[in-house]
């Protein structure tokens, strides 16, 4: 999982706190304090994290809270979870995992090939991101190795190269 954006503003702060009491695990997490001083505060900048250290331990612990959070579940759900707080945060899946999420699939991410060669289909990656003014698409299987090497190779053959 990818913890995101540590917080900033006064409202993530409290987001963060409200998040460790629904879990029951505002009391495990010792630098609380500072997430309630991020919150009471109105937040922090980032340009002052290299000059005060009250400001740096602040955002030390909003992120320290990220991290946590995260080590008490499943990277899904706290995807899912820091997204509905409106935290930015991401999850980072394997391949195939990428390829069974429902939210790929929704949005039509995998795509299958047909391979004569196998007589099946095969499951692709498809488009990175949705864009309607110039759609995406794929026009055949991956080629396998050394296919097109006369094509790509032989103006370098003929000159010697």
């Known amino acids: 999982m990818h913890t995101g954006v540590p917080p900033r503003s006064a409202k993530e702060y409290a987001t963060l706190l409200t998040w460790l009491h629904d879990l029951g695990a505002y ?7 500072f997430l309630e001083m991020g919150r009471d505060r109105g937040g922090i900048r980032l340009a ?3 000059t005060d250290v009250e400001t740096r331990e602040i955002f ?8 946590f959070i995260a080590s008490r579940m499943r990277a899904a759900d706290f995807f899912v979870e820091g997204q509905r707080r409106g935290l ?21 991410f995998p795509t299958r ?25 794929i026009r055949s299987r991956a080629p ?16 010697g190269e």
Do not use: Q
């Open 27 to 33: 009391e495990a997490f010792p630098e609380a304090v």
């Open 48 to 50: 002052d994290i290299a």
């Open 60 to 67: 030390r612990a909003g992120r320290d809270a990220l991290v």
């Open 88 to 108: 930015a945060v991401g999850v980072l899946n394997a391949p195939e995992d990428v390829m069974e999420d429902p939210h790929f699939i929704a949005r039509g």
């Open 113 to 137: 090939v047909h391979h004569d060669d196998l007589g099946r289909d095969v499951l692709y990656p498809g488009a990175p991101f949705l864009n309607d003014g110039s759609p995406w698409r």
């Open 144 to 159: 396998r190795l050394g296919e097109h090497d006369g094509e790509v190779l032989g103006p370098l053959r003929a000159s």
